[in-house]
């Protein structure tokens, strides 16, 4: 066994034992250090990146690493065999995408508007804001001698009383604990309960001197990230908000990696465990604490993921999800509880998982065309979520049509050498100096935070500059020369964006031809969607009325870049609308309001799933869509 220590920049070193000839990047994973690895550790990507720093790694040079920087001591995690005991740092930007989990400031209007204009939007529609969540007051009379009634019959019938309901249901959890609250409050409690048609279901009892919290949590689980809120189930008020790192992002920044991660011996296990017990129990827990909440008074729970996400989520087999037909196990269930995954919340908490479309297209999406409203606007809409995959949903009040194309990681930082999430130390915007090359940008945290890297957002603001100060050509390739152009043996070029003094991290922020070149495929895979789905409607871009775009890729998207990339359709920049986290928003319309649950899930009823494989023109769309902003220019006629 050998000695491995891990260390870092900004935290204390970690020291593990290691096996002779294990991965470097698997004793990571091991040890839950977070080591970004994309392609899933077959040396595809280049985003490993460590640096030796003491010992030996058996790591071969690969074209990820150059003379100097080998010389300098990196290496790929993933291809660096543990021989020796051996001392890496690992940079800041490795470990960007498992960012650290931060708790909302509610006090900023910003972090609540959202939910706010949909609790308007939802009312202004005729959706009525209400769940079968309630408090009851209930007196029972205590029991004597002559009256020997059970605890949970005498309660049973005291609640028949109150709600009229003859079928009430009592949890064990509510058992085991009616000896000591009923005594301790002579007989007179407080219950929360789920009334339906049906019958009423006890979640707890309390004493009736206590004031109950009624709470709820909507979550989105992104590829990437993960976002919630918990609120007030009596008044949809936001008590908490919290966001953290996807822990199943060390197996693979895409769903394809992840899915085949979870086929190996043990790894659906390690998947849901990465999900549940690393990331969504301690997210859950920090924004009890910050709301002042036990989380046993987290009654129900609303999810917004896509369907691999699911699937790993519940520890269900994931790889008919990839395989032809491309069948998943489900699209929607009503049948999944907290006790059943091991959230640490009430057992009994129900959790509403909006509903899934297709293999490719699933509940956020749905959640989010319904925050998106274009289901009840006569007027032609496109909605697109740009997340690790990107989902396209057309129509109007009449019909929906939806598809996604494989854009692969590159809006949330992935398949990018200096990309990371949206998180402190991001560049989210930056502009060009048109004749010094020199940049400006914010970036995102503290005032004086340096940059690490870049996410979604600065990735396409830096695009559109380079081509509008004539760094690159339509192809991506570097034609111009400066203090900022680096070129490697090969001739190959990079635009450094904050030198290493400059940086907050140990190397140089730059973007390379590669990088330029991922980001065109990715931009090129939505505007060849967003063409294939209106040929095959037999629409054009002239028909549309209004773009919606959503995504936690930065504070907001420049529109006019987007457009100047050829990523968006050339239409009036006044017809795109940013709505940020639509999934979270909509997880959060289905828990508040069960008549909104119910439209979501009708939405999903009716939206026609379109497979862009299957229509022969896509590909072509896509080739000609490769280039900045596109082979034909006539279908940007304001770029110059």
């Known amino acids: 066994m050998h000695k491995v220590t891990f260390k870092f920049e900004n935290s204390e070193d970690v020291t593990v034992f290691a096996a002779f000839g294990e991965s470097l990047l698997e004793v990571a994973r091991k040890t839950n250090v977070a080591i970004d690895a994309p392609c899933g550790g077959n040396g595809a990507c280049g985003k490993c990146k460590v640096k030796l720093v003491g010992g030996t790694l058996d790591s071969k040079k690969t074209s990820h690493i150059s003379d100097e920087e080998y010389a300098a001591g990196w290496r790929l995690a993933c291809i660096s065999k543990i021989i020796d005991d051996v001392e890496v740092l690992v940079p800041d930007i490795a470990s960007a995408y498992k960012s650290r989990m931060k708790m909302a400031d509610l006090s900023s209007a910003e972090e609540v508007k959202i939910f706010e204009e949909l609790k308007e939007q939802i009312t202004e529609v005729g959706i009525e804001l209400k769940n079968n969540l309630e408090v009851i007051d209930v007196t029972m009379s205590a029991p004597t001698l002559d009256d020997t009634m059970p605890d949970n019959e005498r309660f049973s019938w005291a609640v028949e009383e109150v709600t009229g309901m003859d079928k009430i249901r009592v949890p064990y959890s509510v058992i085991k604990k009616m000896a000591h609250v009923f005594r301790a409050s002579d007989f007179h409690v407080k219950a929360v309960i789920r009334k339906t048609d049906k019958d009423v279901f006890v979640y707890d009892v309390l004493p009736a001197s206590e004031e109950p919290v009624v709470a709820g949590i909507a979550i989105d689980i992104g590829t990437t990230s993960v976002s919630a809120i918990i609120i007030d189930m009596l008044n949809g008020a936001v008590l908490a908000k919290g966001s953290a790192g996807n822990g199943q992002i060390r197996y693979g920044a895409d769903v394809i990696n992840r899915i085949i991660e979870s086929g190996k011996p043990g790894g659906r296990e390690k998947l849901q465990d990465a999900i549940i017990k690393e990331t969504l129990n301690p997210l859950i827990l920090n924004m009890c604490a910050s709301a002042k909440i036990k989380p046993v008074q987290v009654y129900r729970l609303a999810i917004g993921a896509n369907t691999t996400m699911n ?79 990107g989902e396209i949903v057309f129509g109007n009040s009449d019909f929906l049509m939806s598809c996604a194309c494989s854009a692969g990681p590159a809006f949330e930082g992935g398949d990018i050498s200096c990309g990371m999430r949206a998180t402190d130390g991001a560049i989210e915007a930056i502009k060009l100096d048109k004749e010094t090359l020199e940049p400006t940008y914010s970036v995102i945290g503290d005032p004086g935070t340096k940059p690490v890297g870049l996410c979604g957002s600065g990735i396409i603001d830096m695009i559109a500059e380079l081509f509008r100060c004539g760094v690159i050509n339509p192809k991506g390739q570097i034609i111009r020369e400066g203090r900022r152009i680096r070129r490697d043996e090969f001739g190959m070029g990079s635009y450094i964006i904050a030198f290493e003094e400059e940086a907050g991290s140990v190397k140089d922020v730059e973007l390379t031809e590669a990088d330029i070149d991922s980001f065109i495929r990715a931009k090129g895979a939505i505007f060849s969607a967003i063409r294939t789905m209106l040929s095959y409607c037999d629409f054009d871009i002239s028909m549309i009325e209004n773009v919606y775009v959503a995504g936690g890729i930065g504070s907001g998207i420049n529109m006019g870049n987007a457009i100047e990339i050829g990523m968006f359709p050339d239409i009036p920049v006044e017809m795109y609308h940013y709505l940020g986290n639509t999934s979270l928003a909509g997880a959060y319309a289905m828990l508040y309001s069960t008549e909104a649950e119910r439209k979501v899930y009708e939405i999903a009823q009716n939206m026609t799933y379109i497979e862009l494989s299957n229509v022969p023109t896509y590909m072509d769309e896509f080739v000609a869509a490769c280039f900045v902003p596109h082979t034909d220019k006539s279908l940007f006629p304001s770029i110059q």
């Open 311 to 389: 699937h790993l989520l519940m520890g269900v087999d994931a790889d008919p999800v990839r395989m032809e037909p491309y069948i998943p196990t489900f699209f929607k269930t009503n049948s999944l509880f907290a006790s059943d995954i091991g959230l640490k919340v009430n057992p009994d908490a129900h959790i509403i998982l909006a509903p899934n479309i297709g293999s490719y297209v699933g509940g956020d999406i749905t959640a989010g065309a319904f925050v998106s409203m274009i289901w009840n606007k006569p007027e032609f809409s496109i909605f697109i979520d740009l997340g690790t995959n």
